[in-house]
Nanobody
Framework: QVQLVESGGGLVQAGGSLKLSCAASGLSFSHVAMGWFRQAPGKEREFVGAINRIGAGTLYADSAKGRSTISRDSAKNMVYLILNNLIPEDAAIYYC?????????????????WGQGTQVTVSS
């Protein structure tokens, strides 16, 4: 059974930083590409970033570019998202996702497995 479990969310002041983690189990971690998405109340789930199987390639949404870093640790079956210089518009539930097949996909429909999400709140 595939499980993705996010952690690290919380309340942070605008301008601050957070490191989100995603623990993967029940899958061949080195064979899946990973992505991060977020969903704010009343909005569609949107792409934040993605990382390829070996961690050598990353892709970011324009809203995250320059402020975010995605990495993965295959020894620990973990993927991370660092968010810097947070703004109120970054407040959302953040989800990690895994997909078999090519990496770098930006549509939620293209991911096979999802976590339950972790809440990020940004105070202004």
């Amino acid at each position: 059974q595939v499980q993705l479990v996010e952690s690290g969310g919380g309340l942070v002041q605008a301008g601050g930083s957070l490191k989100l983690s995603c623990a993967a189990s029940g899958l061949s971690f080195s064979h899946v590409a990973m992505g991060w998405f977020r969903q704010a109340p009343g909005k569609e789930r949107e792409f934040v970033g993605a990382i390829n199987r070996i961690g050598a390639g990353t892709l970011y949404a324009d809203s995250a570019k320059g402020r975010s870093t995605i990495s993965r640790d295959s020894a620990k079956n973990m993927v991370y998202l660092i968010l810097n210089n947070l703004i109120p518009e970054d407040a959302a539930i953040y989800y990690c996702a895994a997909r078999n097949g090519p990496w770098g996909k930006v549509r939620r429909e293209e991911y096979d497995f999802w976590g339950q999400g972790t809440q990020v709140t940004v105070s202004s």
